[in-house]
């Protein structure tokens, strides 16, 4: 599986933005799919999954509530529509697929190449 993550960009805050994390070589069919972000300094930290029939999702307490994660399959897409973003927000966004959920970010096994997020105050 190859992963295209785009969408990142420059916003205000409260201001909103949507990512687009895009499939090719296999379809998504039978895995989970992630968004995860990384802060300059920082580890990167799980932010959203669904599965991909789209009957499942969970979130980062973060972001319950401003972010939303969609998927569509005729596209092999998954979307994380952020809305209400803060500064705190800012980081480089990744999308990644394993056939489980996992917690630690480390046994996912396809990643995007990462977009940037900067959230301006």
């Known amino acids: 599986v190859q992963l295209q993550a785009s969408g990142g960009g420059l916003v205000q805050a409260g201001g909103s933005l949507r990512l687009s994390c895009a499939a090719s070589?296999?379809?998504?069919?039978?895995?989970?799919v992630g968004w995860f972000r990384q802060a300059p300094g920082k580890e990167r930290n799980f932010v959203a999954a669904?599965?991909?029939?789209?009957?499942?999702?969970n979130y980062a307490d973060s972001v319950k509530g401003r972010f939303t994660i969609s998927g569509d399959n005729a596209k092999n897409t998954v979307y994380l529509q952020m809305n209400s973003l803060k500064p705190e927000d800012t980081a480089v966004y990744y999308c990644?697929?394993?056939?489980?959920?996992?917690?630690?970010?480390?046994?996912?096994?396809?990643w995007g190449q990462g977009t940037l997020v900067t959230v301006s105050s």
């Open positions: 990644a697929a394993a056939q489980r959920r996992y917690s630690d970010y480390r046994l996912w096994n396809y």
């Open positions: 070589g296999r379809t998504f069919g039978n895995y989970q």
């Open positions: 669904i599965n991909w029939s789209g009957t499942s999702t």
